[in-house]
């Protein structure tokens, strides 16, 4: 009788645990259509916080995060930082959100591009530094690698005879 319970109660936990992680998918797969669908309704041309917060949380959710590809744990998004926005260069800041149900807030920044549309081109612990790759990126003609030293050439090594 006690090893009939012991394996009511192991196929009823593994039962569970595989219904957990169906449920978990689920959830992420229609949060994903509806931020999907949120963002082909607006102008992909404009940048607003819904949108920037949007499109950082359906980045997270498809791509991962620090290595993470399990997104179907990721939860509690929070998007209340500050929006940065430049003509084609963008920084959401402060996005909050954990990566399991037991674990710590992450607190990201997210560095958004503007091409055909806006979209997420990075996230990161650090900062985007949009102010500083916008002006280096006006004072050089618009090329982002200003400031950077030249690199020496190397002469040619000598034959030996």
Not at 64 to 78: C, L, P, R, S
Not at 85 to 100: I, V
Not at 103 to 124: E, I, N
Request: some cysteine.
């Amino acid at each position: 009788m006690l090893a009939l319970l012991g394996v009511v109660w192991f196929v009823g936990f593994w039962g569970y645990v595989i219904w957990s992680v169906q449920q978990d998918g689920e959830r992420v797969e229609a949060r994903k259509l509806e931020l999907s669908q949120s963002l082909n309704k607006s102008d992909a041309n404009r940048l607003d916080h819904v949108s920037a917060c949007e499109l950082a949380e359906l980045y997270l959710l498809t791509n991962g995060y620090d290595g993470n590809t399990h997104v179907a744990q990721f939860k509690d998004f929070e998007c209340a930082g500050a929006l940065k926005t430049e003509p084609s260069l963008a920084t959401l800041e402060d996005l909050k959100f954990r990566t399991n149900s037991t674990g710590s807030l992450q607190t990201v920044a997210v560095c958004l591009k503007h091409g055909d549309r806006w979209f997420v081109d990075r996230v990161t612990r650090r900062t985007c530094d949009v102010d500083a790759a916008s002006a280096a990126a006006s004072a050089d003609g618009g090329r982002l690698d200003a400031g950077k030293k030249p690199q020496p050439k190397r002469a040619a090594p000598a034959p030996n005879h």
